[in-house]
C-alpha cells in the first residue's frame, strides 16, 4: 500500500487528490491525532513523531509512504531520507510535499525537474506567498528549495498558528474564522508591501478547507495552489520515472484509515473530506 501520513484529517485532501489521480493502487492512510497539531511542536518532537508514524507504516508493508503533513516534511524528512532509511530501511521510500509543491509554485512544468540537485533555475519573477504553521515557516523549507529553483521570484511567507485549530474544530465559516483569516492575510501583505502575490500556496494541507472563505478573501488575480492535486499529479510522475518502485505497488483499490485518536470522531470529520463513509482503526504508535 501506499501510505499517506498526516497529524490530523488535513492529510485527506492530499489523499482525495490521490484517489481521483491514482485511483487504482492500493492507500493507508494514518493520522496521528492525538497528538495533532504538529505546528507548534518542537523540531524534536516532530522528528520522533513522524519516525514513529513512518516505521508503523514500514511495519503496515508499505513500500512508498507520502508525508502529506507540511510540518512533517519540513522538520523531519530530510532526516529520515539522509540517516533513517539507508541505515534501517534501504528498501522504503519516503516523498514530502514541499519540493513538489515549491515547483508548482515557481511554475516550473510536471516532469521537467527529473534530477533536484541538478536541475538549471527558472527564470520565473514577481511575487508568491506561502502561508503555514508556525514550524513549517520557522524552518524556512520553502524558502530555501525556492531560492534554488527560483532565485528571481520574491518570497514572503506567514505563519498562521489558528488556521489547523479552526479546521480541526470545524469551523470553516463564520465571523470567528474570518477574522483570523483576514488578520494573517494582511499581516501576509503588510511584508510584501501591501502586494497581492501571483501566487499564493496554501502550506497545509488542513487550509484547502478554509478555500471557499479563503477565495472571498484574496483577490481573483491571486492563483491560490492548494497540494492535493500538486502532489497527486508529482506523484504519477515519480511513479513513471521509477517503474522499480511502481512495481512494489497493490493495485486492488484497497482503502485503510488509521487513527491514533477516537476513530468514530475521524470518521465522520474524513467523510466530509472523502465523501464516503469510512472504517477507521484506532493504532497505538511507539519509538
Not at 516505521?55 to 522538520?75: D, G, H, I, M
Not at 480541526?168 to 477574522?179: N, T
Not at 500538486?230 to 506523484?235: C, G, N, S, T
Amino acid at each position: 500500500m501506499i501510505g499517506v501520513f498526516d497529524s490530523g484529517f488535513g492529510g485527506l485532501t492530499v489523499l482525495s487528490a490521490l484517489l481521483r489521480a491514482l485511483p487504482a493502487y492500493d492507500y493507508l492512510y494514518l493520522a496521528d491525532s492525538a497528538r495533532a497539531p504538529y505546528g507548534a511542536r518542537s523540531a524534536e518532537a516532530v522528528n520522533e513523531f513522524t519516525l514513529e508514524a513512518v516505521e508503523w507504516l514500514f511495519e503496515q508493508s508499505c513500500p512508498l509512504v507520502v508525508l502529506a503533513c507540511n510540518t512533517a516534511s519540513a522538520r523531519a524528512l530530510r532526516n529520515l531520507q539522509q540517516r533513517h532509511l539507508p541505515a534501517r530501511r534501504p528498501d522504503r521510500r519516503i516523498l514530502g510535499v514541499v519540493r513538489p509543491s515549491v515547483e508548482a509554485l515557481a511554475g516550473i512544468p510536471v516532469g521537467t525537474v527529473a534530477h533536484p540537485d541538478h536541475s538549471a533555475p527558472s527564470d520565473a519573477s514577481g511575487l508568491v506567498a506561502v502561508l503555514g504553521t508556525p514550524a513549517t515557516i520557522a524552518s524556512d523549507s520553502y524558502g530555501i528549495e525556492l531560492r534554488k529553483l527560483a532565485p528571481r521570484l520574491r518570497l514572503v511567507q506567514q505563519a498562521c498558528p489558528l488556521w489547523v485549530p479552526l479546521v480541526e474544530a470545524g469551523e470553516l465559516e463564520g465571523a470567528g474564522a474570518e477574522y483570523f483569516l483576514r488578520k494573517d492575510l494582511e499581516a501576509m501583505r503588510a511584508s510584501a508591501g501591501g502586494e497581492w502575490p501571483s501566487r499564493l500556496l496554501l502550506g497545509c494541507t488542513h487550509y484547502p478547507l478554509l478555500l471557499p472563505l479563503l477565495s472571498r478573501l484574496t483577490p481573483p488575480e491571486t492563483e491560490i495552489l492548494a497540494q492535493g492535486d500538486i502532489v497527486a499529479e508529482r506523484l504519477a510522475d515519480w511513479l513513471r520515472r521509477h517503474p522499480e518502485e511502481e512495481k512494489r505497488l497493490g493495485r486492488g483499490g484497497l482503502r485503510r484509515f488509521a487513527t491514533t485518536d477516537d476513530p468514530g470522531w475521524f470518521a465522520e470529520r474524513g467523510s466530509r473530506i472523502l465523501d464516503d463513509s469510512l472504517n477507521v482503526e484506532r493504532v497505538r504508535l511507539c519509538g
